[in-house]
């Protein structure tokens, strides 16, 4: 699904018409997947104040990923031995680990950080001295 923020606005299009219709598109599918060009500050300096500025950056801060601790379930053998990071990714509700990083990559983090952000889990290595990571309980 392709959404374009200028939609309900008149006004910019010589920019549409130069840059193309897609400038800024969110694209979701099971996860969330998102993708915004370069060309988002010359996108809102066409559009005018008296159009509304402010709803367009709404319109727009609704479709980024979610921030902070969010609910998910787990087991007690994910309290004892942790979360592999593709299980976390899927409990949380991104398809899959590319959309996990897209999002990331659009709230400028890195992706371990962003799913300990929202899980409240930390990163470890599985046991001293191991390459070997999985996600565990602060508790």
Known sequence: MIINLFEDYSGCEN?????????IALVT?????????SN????????SPSLGVDSVIKKLESYLPPRGLKEWSYSQENLKEGITRSDLISKLGFGTTKALEEAAALLELDPDEYLEELSGWQKRPVESGSSRTRFFSPK
């Open 40 to 47: 988002l500050s010359r996108a809102l300096r066409c559009v």
């Open 29 to 37: 599918s099971r996860g969330l997947e998102t993708h915004i060009t």
């Open 15 to 23: 920019w549409k018409t130069s840059v193309g219709e897609s400038a």
